[in-house]
Nanobody, 125 residues
């Protein structure tokens, strides 16, 4: 069974940076892509960024492109989300998720089957 564990969330001032980590364990050979999603209070879950197992970028959300960078380190079984120039609109619970089918769509949560528990990011003004 695949497990994903997020870390790195916290409280940061607007304009600051955070780096989120998603570490995978278990049946990682079944994974086609890892993506970050976020959900703010009262809002739907939205795609943030996605990277395939071959290292190709499969998605960046319009609101984060140019500020956030997704990367992977296969030696550490980890996917990272570097978040720069944060603003209050980035406040949310951030989840990493794995696509276990080749028919995933980078920014669509319904096409990702395995999820972590989430990590909170709070950006203060």
């Amino acid at each position: 069974q695949l497990q994903l564990v997020e870390s790195g969330g916290g409280l940061v001032q607007a304009g600051g940076s955070l780096r989120l980590s998603c570490r995978t364990s278990g049946l990682t050979s079944d994974v086609y892509a890892i993506a970050w999603f976020r959900q703010a209070p009262g809002k739907e879950r939205e795609g943030v960024a996605c990277i395939s197992t071959t290292g190709e970028i499969c998605y960046y959300g319009d609101l984060v492109e140019g500020r956030f960078t997704i990367s992977r380190d296969d030696a550490d079984n980890a996917v990272y989300l570097q978040m720069d120039n944060l603003n209050t609109e980035d406040t949310a619970v951030y989840y990493c998720a794995a696509a276990l089918s080749q028919w995933y769509v980078g920014g669509h949560p319904a096409t990702f089957q395995s999820w972590g528990q989430g990590t909170h990011v709070i950006v203060s003004s």
